[in-house]
């Protein structure tokens, strides 16, 4: 027997059997259609392991079932080839027929093709005649197929859709499970003998039985004949459902089986199975590929492309302007030595987006544009970076074909990519199909985006940034990045963090004020040019333009009163060129004001403003509109995300028309089109200058008081949610609790959840928190968590937006009023609540009142106050808690085992390792995974923060340490030299230097900054699995398979001690807090204290009763924590080596940490109290018991509680099946 090396690869079964020295009886002729001669599976052909687990199979089968499969069985393993292929002819029969009649059947909620299952069972068949040679076929599960009955059942189906669709669903299913039962037959061979293979194979011997018990079923029926049998289907379509059920409950059976021998072999076995699974999915992957993945599901923002409609009518710059600053932009361009970013930086109003709107326009003419986003405070999808790269590219795919494969399979990859971390967005979708599409007919491509300072969050600025200048890596192509925004630090500091070469700027207020005045009078001459010739066309043939209008003049005036402000300009010429008013009358208006000290802003806005109160005498009637005017357009400019006049009258509960009324004079301020498109701002500077505060003795009439505006929308969200046309139970009426979001479909959800009801659903926090507003107990919002707290998960469910809940309650918490309020506890609680379901919240919106309320704890504000909301009459007897548990969230990415789990220094994200070869890293406050750092080939076993928290370093059995950039995901160095696995890796106190260990039996020091091995630290005879640094960094222990710690000096790289005393090998080492001693935990069951200046061991601890694992030392290193793999944490006292503390734990896997005045340990996130004596402690983990499920049509399977095929409650993972006592 043999076992290869971890990582996936396949166990050999071949060696195992030839080992019994088995060897196949001579050939054997079997007709076509000849009857087969009865032969029992215990005929000397075969081994005598396998005689024993078929004997195991037999005794859970009646007698009835026993005599069935005796007759249709062949022993032999040529026989089983050669009928193998007869059964083959007959189903590619079969699969012709259901090709020809293209036959369907509704099964288990979808609609089956017959011909893929049909499909499907030639492709098992292949798969069992292609396994290998003779000895590979000699296996219990080849041998074990009443192969010669399954022949029968293909030749004798009739071409009727009845009986032929249960033959090939059943047949289909019989062949995939049997697959499965092969895989995990391969592997228990390599397992040594101990109870736990014993209860493997036990749960195999099950499954093969269920697989014979079920094929015996539809012999019999066979055997009734053709006339008794007629028309009847040698299986019910129930019977295949009920079979697969049972057959998945023995497969996770068998996992957790295989788990309890050896993880790793659990981990190989997921792997095949995975394989088998796409196999079995193959048909649709290859649709898929035929059709190609329609990129329009890329989630992408809409008007975020020069090009849309919504941007159609912005202005370019005109001929004969910007004539400097457009040419270097051209030069730079298609210059090849020319610096990776070109960005222009400006005050507001200075042109920069008329200028990336030019330049897109021109560059998409030479066919040399990549893509382009516009960014906008106060539309959603274009004030973040959650949809940049998504948008960049579809846009890139849509003006450069050659690279659709290349996102199109990012998208299939990861369906859900639109939703990952920048730096996982940006590798995926654009950096690596960047990097594989062949070179393409162009000088190079430019990405151009505009006002990057209007993404909201500042942290993604700089990561957008440091990875937009990555495309200088390009090998293939040349890419540039063309970038506009005003000069804020979020902007400043991220091009402060990249290499001055890689970028040049231009600032536009610095161009000579002299070119500035020509171009925004030439903008003004040509503008009111058309303004002229628009109007003239609309006056009668009589009336005509004074000669010479406007005078030159008044365009100068106009010009020095615009300069440098383009904004100025362009909206002087919207006001006066609104077909509503009289041009010369406007342009008079502007040109009559009081110039004076008044800001650019006012001189600029004012008119546009007074337009509506123009012949309005009336004091009482100024007041009312003045008032209508804050509420409709105060709104407007408030708005987290733009809506329609519809949807905002909605929102406010006004009438449409009177919204049209206060909007009717603001079209050269608001971009408004019809009634169901949204209502956006100009320019930002409109809502800077409504909501700028007015001096005291100044007068401005329209001034916007943002936090009475803001309280002001809080409240009609929360009125809106609240009515009966608001928030409520099932609002898209799905009515099956187990509806997953991905199946709902997205018209109905925008059918039942209009675009009000979602705005408020989505930002009526955003306008508390913005009105200043603090929460009491039995106020409005208070009253609204109360009513409507299920309702308002299940809505940000629906619209995919779970996630926000985490931070909106968090934003809540800090509007509470009194701490030890009733709303408080109740957002504590709601908190607490979220964290822990988010999972299935996200996926199951109607498992708010199903899961969630069934397994939160018993004393659960929420759960209380919303006990009349639960779906379900069901009882989860025993296993709820009182409280929450220690665990705040389950953090789920993973795809294989997490070896390494550590928390930033300061304590704002987690990352993890794990045998899927990647690093993930993970929000603490959402608990979303912000990267995953791919690159290793093989596990990662360790995973370190530096201690700023700016670097995380992996080491891995692919026998590299990579170090990444936290902010970004960037790998910065992939340390290569170790010649086997990394399983320690550690920084240095100052984060200078990493070390690691590996097993190669060394240890290496290297330098951070430059990624250079400084030193390899040689003399363990064994692998090195544990290394640390002493607290002022001058030193460096390792803990060796050689049983020996050795301490080294870091400055020159020479072995100082070696600490000998261990009879095993030495698994973990720790530094004393003040640098004195030394703590080793070993194989040998103890630990070992060492003095560091003399290498004299002080104590020797003993009392565990198996392998140390892990020691740890108390802040003031009077006492040490060791942790083993006998499930125990023991305290001991570091001067006397007394035991202090001996606590019992339900796992082995502890993870322990002293408090700050050594007085208490935490034990998985339980306190104990540390005493003077040594009592004994108890720790258990939460765990639940519950019987089988009962008979009937309830029933688990995987996740989820079934009935009659329908998901009606989700269970948390230590609910499941496999966690059951």
Known sequence: MTLSKPGGKRYKLRQWLSSYGSTPASSQTLPPSAPVTPQSPTSTTLTTVVQDFHNRVFSFLSQQDRDTIRQHSVTNATNVDEIVQQILTAARQKQTICQSKRWTVAFRGHTVVLREKADNIVKWLDRFKQVGDIVSNVDPVHVGLPWAGIRLLLEAAISEQGQMEALVLGLEMTLYLSNRLEVYMNYITAIPPSQARANFESCLVEFHALVLRFLAQAIRIYQKGSVARGFD???????????????????????????????????????????????????SRIQQLEAKVDLGKLPVAAGAAFDSYQDELDARCYPDTRVDVLRDIYAWANDINAETIFWINGMAG?????????????????????????????????????????????????????????????????????????????????????????????????????????????????????????????????????????????????FAKINTSTHRDIVLQDIPPATIEHDISVYLSKEFTDIREKHQCLLPPSQSFAPGWPDPQDLNTLTRLAVPLFIVAATICRFVGDVRGNPVKRLAQILNQPIGQKPQLELTYLPVLSQILVGVKDVEEQKELLHNFRRIVGSIVLLA?????????????????????????????????????????????????????????????????????????????????????????????????????????????????PQHLQYACRYWVYHAERSGHKIYDEDDIDHFLRQHFFHWLECLSLLGRTSDSITLIGTLQSLVAEEDSEISTFLRDARRFVLTFHFIISHAPLQVYGSTWHFSPLQSRVRYFFQDQRLLNIDIRGGLPDQWSACLQTLEGHSASVSSVVFSPDGSRIASGSDDETVRVWDIQTGVCQYTLEGHSDWVWIVVFSPDGSRIASGSDDKTVRVWDVQTGVCQYTLEGHSDWVRSVVFSPDGSRIASGSGDETVRVWDVQTGVC???????????????????????????????????????????????????????????????????????????????????????????????RSVVFSPDGSRIASVSYDKTVRVWDVQTGVELLYCETDTYDNHVEFSDNDSNISINGQVVTIPGNSPRATVANLSSTSNSAPDGKLGIIGDWVMWASHRI????????????D
């Open 233 to 283: 289907a040698f299986w019910r379509l129930e019977d295949v459902s009920t079979f697969e059920d049972e057959c998945n409950k023995l497969a996770s059976r068998a996992e957790i089986e295989a788990s309890n021998c050896d993880r790793r072999i659990l981990d190989t076995i997921l792997k095949q199975l995975e394989q088998l699974k796409d196999l079995r999915l193959i048909h």
């Open 350 to 494: 200075t042109g920069k987006s008329t200028i990336s709107r030019t330049v897109a326009q021109t560059l998409a003419d030479r066919g040399q544009l990549g893509a382009s986003f516009f960014f906008k405070r106060g539309e959603r999808d274009r004030e973040n970076a959650s949809l940049f790269y998504p948008t960049i590219a579809h846009e890139l795919v849509r003006r450069i074909p050659a690279l659709r494969p290349f996102v199109q399979k990012a998208v299939e990859d990861d369906p859900g990519i639109a939703g990952r971390a920048l730096k996982e967005q940006f590798e995926k979708l654009v950096f690596q199909p960047l990097t594989s599409v062949s070179p393409i007919q162009a000088e190079s491509f430019v990405l151009v985006i505009d006002a990057l300072d209007e993404c909201g969050r500042e942290g993604d600025i700089g990561i957008i940034i440091s990875q937009l200048v990555r495309t200088r890596e390009l090998s293939t192509n040349r890419f540039r990045v063309f970038l506009t925004s005003r000069p804020e630090l979020p902007i400043r500091l991220g």
């Open 641 to 753: 995300d733009p809506l329609s006049a519809a949807s905002l009258a909605r929102l406010l509960d006004v009438e449409s028309t009177e919204v049209y009324l206060h909007l009717r004079f603001l079209h050269s301020v608001l971009w408004i089109r019809d009634d169901d498109t949204p209502i956006h701002l100009l320019h930002l500077s409109f809502r800077e200058f409504l909501t700028q505060r007015v001096p005291s003795d100044a007068s401005q009439p329209f001034q916007i008081v943002e936090c009475k505006s803001h309280r002001y929308l809080a409240d009609r969200c929360l009125v809106l949610l609240g009515s009966s046309t608001g928030l409520r139970k099932d609002i898209c009426r799905l009515g099956d609790p187990g509806s997953l979001r991905t199946e709902i479909d997205a018209a109905l959800i925008e059918r039942c959840i």
């Open 1014 to 1108: 400084q030193y390899t630290l040689e003399g363990h005879s064994d692998w090195v699995r544990s290394v640390v640094f002493s607290p002022d960094g001058s030193r460096i222990a390792s803990g060796s398979g050689d049983k020996t710690v050795r301490v080294w000096d870091v400055q020159t790289g020479v072995c100082q001690y070696t600490l000998e005393g261990h009879s095993a090998s030495v698994r973990s080492v720790v530094f004393s807090p003040d640098g004195s001693r030394i703590a080793s935990g070993s194989g040998d069951k103890t630990v070992r204290v060492w003095d560091v200046q003399t290498g004299v061991c002080q104590y020797t601890l003993e009392g565990h009763s198996d392998w140390v």
């Open 1209 to 1220: 409650l989700w269970l948390p993972p230590e609910y499941r099946p496999g966690s059951w």
